[in-house]
């Protein structure tokens, strides 16, 4: 079985080479000229986010070990968050889609996407930061 | 709900990270049990009671204001 590790170090890999293959084939795709941005944005979080693994794993086998662990609160803390994240960042999706069919704001695809991204990870961001500062989910 | 965990630990000379090692837990956990705020499973509760040689229920004490079941006492007569 693989270690998440590997997985990761996988994943970085698998972007870098989709990256090179699609520099090799692009005369063979449509919109060949929006084929090397995506390459190089591919190559180069592939390789960062390989060397950001690699680095992150060498700190934690030189620090101590149990600062690492993903205990059952930390899991309990990330489980809530992400939940409360999407459920927030659904009812902001609900109240951009009324707006729309209403026609009070009429958005593109771009600035409701970037919304909704926004509004998920800030808000996961800071729930995160409320429940580890309060220990637990129902922090007393 | 209150917890000896502070109590015991002292009693064994273990340190917070040392107990937490023990547990598998991070030396944070262990904090956050000691102050009361952590409400932990039923594992971990184990665990930790089993690492300073106690019982769940002498290390944690909740601060139930309503009455237990043995105390709804139900007279038919």
New interface residues.
Partial sequence: MMTTLRWKLLIGCCATVVGVLLILIRDWLPQSQKIPLLSILLIMGGLSYVVFVLMKSWYDKKSDVSEVIEDERILKIKAYTFMKAFLFSFTIVCILGILNFSRLWVMDARSAIMIVIFTMGGSSLLLSWYYNRQGDINGK | MITRIKEYRARYSLTQ?EL??IV??????I??LE???????L??AHDVAKALHTTIDELFIFDDDEPGPESRVVLVD
């Fill in positions: 990270e937490a090692k598998g837990v991070r030396r944070e956990t904090v956050f102050q009361g705020k952590y409400n932990p499973s594992k971990l």
